[in-house]
């Protein structure tokens, strides 16, 4: 199993520009999220999926666009970059139920100038 | 907002010696996780420990939780130059979805 995949590893963008950054999971898992990372904050979850056709914001959503037309992709949609959005992202995925452990991605290092 | 605090923010010793990470938080949980993360990957499923549960084991790792005082520690016993890395404790919030909440981590340095 490939586990949780991101891409790309790296973008750069410039302030206003639409992007997507990929996700996908091969462990037939049912919840899916997404994370951002800086300096000192720790994580800080964005959106959330739950299963195919759903999806909820997190604690930090304004700028981002989910959605999960599949069980394994969750992609992540920046709408008009700012440089405020300059961060590291993670995609994390478990399997519905009890206490289960997140599975990480290896996350994608996103500068916006 | 964060839900979960470690404490130190960062820890440096020596290689043999044992290391302990605290953690707080607010409000009522499911269980609570311990995450590693090395520089510049993601992060690593360590540990997890149900709200029922007081003290769990894994190897070189012992994690307490204490619900009363809403807080749980990380042990690392003999540590070695590749326990260095960032630590995150991760709760896990009662209700359907349990929303899992980092806390801002701590960096523990080994020194050889």
């Known amino acids: 199993n490939a586990g949780v995949t991101q891409t790309p590893k790296f973008q750069v963008l410039k302030t206003g520009q639409s992007m997507t950054l990929q996700c996908a999971q091969d462990m037939n898992h049912e919840y899916m999220s997404w994370y951002r990372q800086d300096p000192g904050m720790g994580l800080r979850l964005i959106h959330y999926s739950v299963g195919a056709g759903i999806t909820d914001q997190g604690e930090v959503p304004n700028g981002y666009n989910v959605s999960r037309s599949t069980t394994e992709d969750f992609p992540l949609r920046l709408l008009s970059a700012a440089p405020s959005q300059t961060s590291v992202y993670f995609c994390a995925s478990r399997s519905r139920g009890g206490a289960r452990e997140q599975y990480f991605g290896p996350g994608t290092r996103l500068t916006v100038t | 907002s964060q839900q979960g605090e470690e404490d130190p923010q960062a820890l440096s010793i020596q290689e043999g010696e044992n290391a302990t990470m605290n953690c707080s938080y607010k409000t009522s949980i499911n269980n609570l996780q311990w995450y590693r993360q090395n520089s510049g990957r993601g992060l690593v499923h360590l540990i997890l420990?149900?709200?029922?549960?007081r003290e769990k084991h894994s190897g070189r790792l012992r994690v307490t939780l204490d619900t009363s005082k809403k807080s749980s520690s990380l042990l690392i016993t003999a540590s070695r130059a590749a326990d260095t890395a960032s630590y995150f404790c991760?709760?896990?919030?009662?209700?359907?979805?349990?929303?899992?909440?980092f806390g801002i981590g701590t960096k523990l340095q080994v020194i050889p």
């Open positions: 420990i149900r709200s029922n549960e």
């Open positions: 991760a709760t896990s919030s009662t209700g359907g979805y349990q929303k899992v909440t």
